[in-house]
């Protein structure tokens, strides 16, 4: 005879299957994600007009992230200011 085993919670199964944490932004605010911005720029490969959400808690940087329509490499630029506000936000090719 079987016996039967508790459900596994969602970080059990992210911890099972070597999964990254999904954050969900409740509504009283516990287990809530950090606030990220949101950018808004052109594919430097398709043109085409793609948002996507940045942390600025690292202050200025670079990264490369695949475009959302032509899933094309571009690079990320993110310029801050001393107190960490986006100053100016763009993406080109990294060449």
């Known amino acids: ?3 039967k085993l508790p459900p ?4 059990e199964i992210d911890v099972l299957y070597g999964l ?3 954050l969900v932004v409740g509504e009283d605010g516990s287990d809530s994600a950090p606030v990220q911005d ?3 720029l052109t594919c430097p490969a398709c043109g ?3 948002g996507t959400a940045i942390d600025l808690s690292a202050g200025s940087l670079s990264y490369i992230e695949d475009c959302q329509v032509c899933c094309q490499p571009m ?3 993110l310029e801050c200011d001393e ?3 986006l100053v100016r936000g763009w993406a ?3 060449e």
């Open 8 to 11: 596994l919670s969602s970080g």
């Open 1 to 3: 005879m079987a016996s």
């Open 83 to 85: 107190s960490g506000n």
């Open 48 to 50: 085409e007009q793609i």
């Open 20 to 22: 990254e944490p999904v």
């Open 38 to 40: 949101w950018l808004e």
């Open 75 to 77: 690079v990320i630029h």
């Open 92 to 94: 080109d090719r990294g």
